[in-house]
């Protein structure tokens, strides 16, 4: 049985009085929904701050870095690794579309960094989508994953989280066809194992969560903008949780 998953990106936004007041209010807000699995994952210097509130109490958060380089150490200024992540965080969201849109990251990048973070003890949230909008863009989602994961061993596919984020929706006011996007991480599946979570993400919030993840395709959402607000964060891991029947 695969976990419900929520994960929260709060990509460069906040300031060090907002991540404490954001991760408690979370922290307290996620308490009930036990079998939910939800990840923060705040700007990487606020994690060691974040990770004493959320370990405090709170079973069910772990925290993810937003991105990690694929070397282990070295002489890269204003780089960090999976090496020092694993001090203070479970995961690191690995491909991003804003890392391969700004940064120039590759496929092949991409997939270096996933090997880094699974060697490096961290699990990775590979994320994957369409770069416009179109009903047939499956196989080039499908070859996309093929190729961010072409640097890991089957064996490790449990390790992993993926997640289908269509370009156009990130950080858009549209989010995705759910019935579109059910179909694509039917494909997806067919690359990794029955046991890696596969979730949706592109303009999620507390009104539209429930179409997506009433679905036994879909595991989750990963949430952009509305993790940055404690209620709409709350509001959706509890239709998650519900919808999923997991309380
Ligand atoms: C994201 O950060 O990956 C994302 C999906 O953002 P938003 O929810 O704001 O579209």
Same mark, same amino acid.
């Given at each position: 049985m695969r976990r419900p998953i929520v994960v929260g990106n709060w990509k460069m936004f906040t300031s060090l009085t907002d991540a404490l007041v954001l991760s408690t209010g979370v922290r307290d807000g996620v308490e009930?929904?036990?079998g939910l699995e939800v990840i923060l994952c705040p700007p990487a210097i606020w994690l060691t701050e974040i990770s004493g509130v959320v370990h405090?109490?709170?079973?069910?958060i772990a925290l993810g870095a937003q991105n990690i380089n694929y070397?282990?150490? +070295? *002489? =890269?200024?204003?780089e960090i690794s999976g090496n020092m992540v694993r001090d203070v965080a479970k995961y690191a969201i690995v491909g991003h579309s804003e890392r391969r849109k700004?940064?120039?990251?590759t496929n092949d990048i991409i997939s270096r960094k996933v090997a880094a973070a699974i060697d490096a003890g961290l699990s990775p949230i590979v994320c994957v989508g369409e770069k416009k909008r179109s009903d047939d863009s499956i196989k080039e989602i499908v070859s996309e994953l093929e190729d961010s994961l072409a640097?890991?061993?089957? +064996? *490790? =596919?449990?390790d992993i989280i993926i997640a289908y984020e269509p370009v156009w929706a990130v950080g858009a006011d549209i989010a995705a066809d759910p019935d579109y996007c059910a179909r694509v991480i039917v494909k997806l599946r067919e690359v990794v194992d029955a046991a890696t979570p596969i979730i949706y993400g592109g303009d999620v919030n507390a009104s539209n969560a429930y179409n997506f993840v009433?679905?036994?395709?879909?595991d989750g959402v990963l949430v952009g903008r509305?993790?940055?607000k404690v209620a709409d964060f709350i509001k959706i891991c509890r239709i998650v949780t519900e919808y999923k029947k997991i309380v």
């Open positions: 009930e929904f036990s405090k109490s709170a079973q069910n070397l282990s150490e +070295g *002489e =890269y200024t204003g700004y940064f120039a990251e640097d890991i061993k089957k +064996g *490790e =596919y449990k009433w679905r036994p395709e879909i509305a993790s940055l």
